[in-house]
Structures are given as structure tokens and as C-alpha cells.
């Protein structure tokens, strides 16, 4: 299609182009531009739950995960107010898990770990909460720790076993929130099927066994290059 | 210009970020040009002798002499710096968090499967020894803390830039590469 087709907005002086429909990260993406997201992935229905991906348009703040994008638009993303909102966003992440990342397996590959080095948390502002959760380790191929969960839901829209959900999300109404695993599913799951649920997963809540600790340190994902690099490294095609 | 004077210690973490400091390599040569260091491990001073510039944190606080310590290098150092993921929240010690002391007593001295004979039942009892708090805490729960530089250990880079910028009062480097929590 024809740049023509395509509908013009700005971010942060840039201009842009985006098709009809699309969402703010999405377009920015497109163009080079990162937007950072944890609950967002490409192909699966927005949810705007984790908020790190928080634009201003028109002075109001919004989620650009879940925002199409409108002709003329102008967004404002890589501002100190944005960058410090997002941070504070991290840190409240880490504390009110238990982000052991020395000994989690996920390292060097996980989101949540590379948006913090990102916006250079060095320490979160706010006590540790140090809380209780669970760790399911029953089903052969895969296992579940709650303490590292985010609640994204990333997992909840994405990992089914024979059009079912693995996961889902559990104690509507004031009760403790978490995500639940279907133990019958979950042990159903096929090695290339486990590998996906893995890697649906931002951080190290969901983990495939026996792959922990696979990739060297020094040459994971995020060890040389921030997140959001290889989207701003990107030749702009149209 | 007269040298900055320097303290450090390890409360509840492994001596690997004091390792990780000599792993400056050949820097330390330039490192003792800058800094003399007081109560230190690397020295082996045990008790403060002057008032120090920068104090070094290696771990948390897991029992009642971290706490003292940690007050201690509060009270004789000028900027306090947690160095390492145990200092900033606990690390791996912190662990035991979820978990009550009764417990993790037992697991170590009467029901672990790498428990010998210990027929009679004992823990350890010495009043000598320090009691266990409740928890593991994060050295900034505790007293304020300055500056944090995380990594398990941190990168030798990140502790000789960190201490270089301040000395020297330029601005810290801080390259992608240098700032991990692992
Ligand atoms: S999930 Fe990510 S942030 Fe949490 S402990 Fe693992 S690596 Fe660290
Ligand atoms: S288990 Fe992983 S994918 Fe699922 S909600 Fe938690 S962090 Fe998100
Ligand atoms: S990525 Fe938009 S709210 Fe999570």
C-alpha cells in the first residue's frame, strides 16, 4: 500500500504514518520509534493492564497499547515526566513480587528486568513486600511461580492446549487476584508448546524445565543492547 | 589532594562483591593513590580508627550484628553505598523470607536432608551469637543509603566507575553493559 493510504501523527517531532485501526505502540514500532510494553504483545487482543506504555495526547495520559492511533495525532512518549512515570511503574512491579533475579532463570531474557535497566532502576523507591505466593511445579514440561507474575496476562490470552486456556485469571471481586494454571492442560502440553508458553511469559513466572541458564550470560537478549533498541536500530520500510 | 578515606564490609552476602572490587585487576594501584582504606576486610582493620568518607555495604541484614554494623558505618562514614543485590533487597538470603525462623532452623540443624547426628536435638544456643531477625532487610530499610549499585556481584567497572565519580566528584559513567541484577 501507498504512504497515501496511510494515516499521518506525530511522536515526539517525528512524523509518522499508521494504518487505520492501529494502535499507538503498534504504529510507533512501524517507525522506529519504542514505546516501552509488558502486557502487549503483537497478535494478541490488547489488555492495558500494566500501564508502562503510558503516551500524553493532547496533555492527557493514555495507554498506548490499547489507543488507535487518529489522523493528525501528536503524542508525546520519550519525555522526563513519561520516562519517570514508567519507572516508578518498574519499581512498583519489582517490590510487590519476589524478583530474585540473581537466581531466576529468566535473566538476561526477561522484560520486565531489561525496561528496568532501560530507565536505570538502580534501587525501587518502595519497601520490598516481600510476599507469599505459590510455585506449581507439577505439570512435566513447564512450571508456574507466582512470585514473579506480574499479572499481565500475556499468558491468559495466549496459551491454549486444543483451543483451551491454560491460564486464566482468578478471584474477581475484591478477592486475592492471581493467575491460576489448568494442571490437566498444563501437563498436556507438547515440548514446542511448552517453549511457547515460556516465551509468552515477560518475565520468569512461567519457565520451561530443564532449559534454565541455556544461553551464556554475555549473550542473552538484553545483556548488550537495552530493550526497544533493535525497533529504534530499525530501517524505517514503507 | 588528600586521599578520600574508605570502609567497607559484608553483612549478610557471600564476599563476592568484595571479590568482584578486585577484580579492578591493575586499578588497584591507581585505587590506593586515591583512596586509604580503614576498617575494611582488605586491610583486615576491624574497628574504625577515623571518620571515612565512603562506606561500602556488601549484604543485608539477616541478624541483630548486621543491624549493629550497618549503624555503625552510618554513624563513621560520610556517604554509605550499597553495593550488590543483597545490600539493595536482600538477595538470595532473602529467600528465607516467606518462611518462619522455627522453620528454617529446623530444616538447617534437626530435618535437612544434609542433617548428621544430632541426636540430642541442638540449635545453636550460644548467647554469643547473634539473634536472626524476622526477616532479611534491604540496607536502605534500615539506615539511609546514599547510592545503590546493583548486580550479583556488580561489574568490577561499575564499582571502580562509581568510586572514581566519587572521589573525584566528575559525573558516573554508567555504559548498558555495566548495570546488571545478575
Ligand atoms: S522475572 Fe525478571 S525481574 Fe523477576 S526475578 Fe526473574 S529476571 Fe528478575
Ligand atoms: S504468568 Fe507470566 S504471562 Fe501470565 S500473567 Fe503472570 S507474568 Fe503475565
Ligand atoms: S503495554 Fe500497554 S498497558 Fe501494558
Known amino acids: 500500500m501507498k504512504k497515501a493510504e496511510k494515516i499521518t501523527f506525530k511522536i515526539d517531532e517525528k512524523t509518522c504514518y499508521a494504518w487505520p485501526g492501529q494502535s499507538i505502540v503498534d504504529a510507533a514500532r512501524d517507525n522506529g520509534i519504542y514505546i516501552p510494553s509488558l502486557c502487549h504483545v503483537e497478535g494478541l487482543k490488547p489488555a492495558g493492564s500494566c500501564r508502562i506504555c503510558n503516551v500524553t495526547v493532547n496533555g492527557r495520559n493514555m495507554t498506548a497499547c490499547t489507543a488507535p492511533v487518529g489522523e493528525g495525532m501528536v503524542v508525546e512518549n520519550d519525555t522526563p515526566e513519561l520516562n519517570e512515570l514508567r519507572k516508578t511503574i518498574v519499581e512498583v512491579l519489582f517490590v510487590s513480587g519476589n524478583h530474585f533475579c540473581p537466581s531466576c532463570e529468566k535473566s538476561g531474557n526477561c522484560e520486565l528486568q531489561a525496561v528496568a535497566y532501560r530507565y536505570q532502576m538502580m534501587v525501587p523507591q518502595f519497601p520490598y513486600e516481600f510476599p507469599v505466593k505459590g510455585v506449581d511445579a507439577r505439570p512435566d514440561l513447564i512450571l508456574h511461580d507466582r512470585n514473579r507474575c506480574i499479572m499481565c496476562k500475556r499468558c491468559v490470552r495466549g496459551i491454549e492446549k486444543d483451543g483451551k486456556a491454560v491460564f486464566s485469571f482468578e478471584g474477581r471481586g475484591g478477592e486475592h487476584l492471581q493467575i491460576s494454571m489448568d494442571i490437566d492442560l498444563a501437563s498436556q502440553l507438547s515440548e514446542e508448546e511448552a517453549f511457547e508458553a515460556m516465551e509468552i511469559c515477560p518475565v520468569g513466572a512461567i519457565l520451561k524445565k530443564e532449559r534454565g541458564f541455556a544461553i551464556p550470560i554475555g549473550e542473552r537478549k538484553f545483556d548488550k543492547a537495552p530493550i526497544g533498541s533493535e525497533i529504534e536500530n530499525s530501517v524505517e520500510q514503507d | ?182
Open chain 2, 1 to 182: 589532594m588528600s586521599k578520600k578515606i574508605l570502609a567497607t564490609t559484608s553483612l549478610a552476602g557471600c564476599f563476592g562483591c568484595h571479590m568482584s572490587f578486585l577484580d579492578i585487576d591493575e586499578r588497584i594501584l591507581e585505587l590506593i593513590e586515591l583512596v586509604e582504606f580503614n576498617k575494611s576486610p582488605i586491610d583486615d582493620i576491624k574497628t574504625f580508627t577515623k571518620e571515612c568518607d565512603i562506606g561500602l555495604i556488601e549484604g543485608g541484614c539477616c541478624n541483630s550484628e548486621n543491624i549493629e554494623v550497618l549503624k555503625e558505618f552510618r554513624k563513621h562514614c560520610k556517604i554509605l553505598v550499597s553495593v550488590g543485590e543483597c545490600a539493595i533487597m536482600g538477595g538470595l538470603p532473602a529467600l528465607r523470607n516467606g518462611i518462619s525462623i522455627k522453620e528454617c532452623l529446623e530444616e538447617a540443624y534437626l530435618n535437612g536432608p544434609t542433617v548428621g547426628e544430632n541426636t540430642e536435638k541442638i540449635m545453636p544456643n550460644d548467647p554469643e551469637l547473634p539473634m536472626l531477625l524476622d526477616k532479611v532487610y534491604p540496607c536502605h530499610e534500615i539506615v539511609k543509603i546514599d547510592y545503590f549499585l546493583p548486580g550479583c556481584a556488580p561489574r568490577a567497572d561499575l564499582i571502580w566507575n562509581a568510586l572514581v565519580a566519587l572521589v573525584t566528584g566528575n559525573e558516573l559513567e554508567l555504559p548498558y553493559e555495566v548495570v546488571k541484577f545478575d
